[in-house]
């Protein structure tokens, strides 16, 4: 890799860490109606737009910032709750990179539209589930694990996380895409 080269992903790094984190600190969240305690965000458009664009290590690197400033500046109510912000925007990407490598490589002539539609239900089935394991083994855990709730309790919210998620990665992934696409068509346009 060149100077030139690193120096590029440097800066795609940053510019898309920046954006991120503007959204992630913004005002522009709505909680759940079925569960409060969890908000709709756009901070994980910008990471999911940068993986489409440049892979996985650049995703991962901007998430991997994302948690850094959450941990530093605001880790919510659970000190070790970025993290789960980590693994659950992490999941969809895999799932999202699984389905797109097979695609490519089993059927690469698979319409636009059909490819995303897997490539969104990719994304949430790896998401649901990884986080439904995360989630039923963090949160009975003492703080600042869990929340230290009886295991009674963390069946009962398994349903709502998981109708969380799968709706996060509903409208993040087609946004992502969305963005992704934008850029690609400027950066033809001006280069």
């Known amino acids: 890799m060149t100077a030139t080269s690193r120096s590029y992903r440097v800066a795609i790094v940053i510019v898309f860490a920046a954006l991120t984190l503007i959204l992630n600190f913004s005002p522009l969240k709505f909680p759940a109606p079925y569960a409060p305690f969890l908000y709709y965000q756009f901070w994980e458009v ?17 998430a991997l910032i994302n948690t850094l400033a959450l941990l530093a500046f605001f880790p919510g109510m659970l000190p070790t709750g970025p993290f789960y912000n980590l693994a659950a925007i992490v999941s969809m990407l895999t799932g999202v990179w699984v389905v797109t490598r097979m695609l490519r490589k089993y059927s690469p002539n698979v319409k636009r539209s059909l490819s995303l539609v897997f490539t969104i ?23 600042p694990v869990g929340y230290a709730l009886p295991i009674h309790v963390v069946l009962a919210y398994l349903p ?32």
């Open 160 to 191: 709502l996380i998981a109708i969380f998620n799968s709706s996060l990665a509903a409208y993040t992934i087609p946004l992502g895409y969305i963005l992704a696409s934008s850029a690609h068509r400027i950066g033809k346009y001006m280069g």
């Open 121 to 143: 239900a990719s994304g949430i089935v790896f998401r649901v589930a990884i986080m439904s394991v995360v989630n039923y083994v963090c949160l009975p855990q003492a703080p």
């Open 46 to 62: 910008p990471i999911t737009a940068a993986f489409l664009l440049y892979g996985f290590k650049i995703g991962f690197s901007i």
